[in-house]
């Protein structure tokens, strides 16, 4: 099924485009009603033997049709690798971390093929994105960043 709404968000930052898929006559149409706050990790310690956790959120409607709505997130700078997504700090630095499904941090957000993705029952949300950065990676100071496409499918 085609994706019929695409949102950018960039993680960690607090950044994003819209982009629309071009539109199909179907008895459900969705939207983002508000735009999504982005997963913002702060500073992370490398030195810390714990993950750095985080949050952000994706708020969508539906009206009319089937309420299952399919929220898929891409793989970012790690192309089609969702274990682990990789930020970027330049061309060479990278921080490994990950987008989940679950506060668990136990279930990752894929895109249907190579992970789960998720099927939402219900029309109208926020729905929140659990993120970690795993611990000990020894990285270059910097802001890191990562662009996620979020699509939904109905």
Same mark, same amino acid.
């Given at each position: ?33 508000? *735009?999504?706050?982005?997963? =913002?990790?702060? @500073?992370?310690?490398?030195?810390? !033997? ?7 959120? +994706?708020?969508?409607?539906?009206? *009319?049709? &089937? ?7 891409? /793989? #970012? =700078? /790690?192309?089609?690798?969702? &274990? !682990? ?10 921080? =490994?971390? =990950?987008?989940?499904?679950?506060? #668990?941090?136990?279930?990752?957000? #894929? ?12 029309? &109208? ?10 611990? /000990? ?14 699509? +939904? @499918?109905?």
């Amino acid at each position: 099924m085609p994706p019929m709404s695409r949102l950018r968000l960039a993680f960690p930052m607090l950044a994003l485009a819209v982009c629309a898929a071009p539109a199909v006559a179907r008895a459900q149409t969705c939207s983002f009603s508000v *735009g999504p706050t982005a997963v =913002n990790f702060g @500073n992370y310690d490398p030195s810390s !033997p714990v993950p750095t956790d985080s949050t952000g959120t +994706l708020s969508f409607s539906c009206k *009319g049709g &089937n309420p299952a709505v399919y929220v898929a997130l891409s /793989g #970012g =700078n /790690g192309a089609l690798a969702f &274990n !682990p997504r990789q930020m970027a700090l330049g061309a060479t630095d990278t921080l =490994n971390y =990950n987008l989940y499904l679950d506060a #668990g941090r136990t279930q990752i957000w #894929g895109d249907g093929t190579s992970y789960p993705q998720d099927g939402i029952d219900k029309k &109208n949300t926020p729905y929140t994105v659990y993120a970690r950065i795993f611990a /000990g990676q020894w990285v270059a100071a910097g802001v890191y960043t990562d662009t996620i496409i979020v699509t +939904l @499918n109905y």
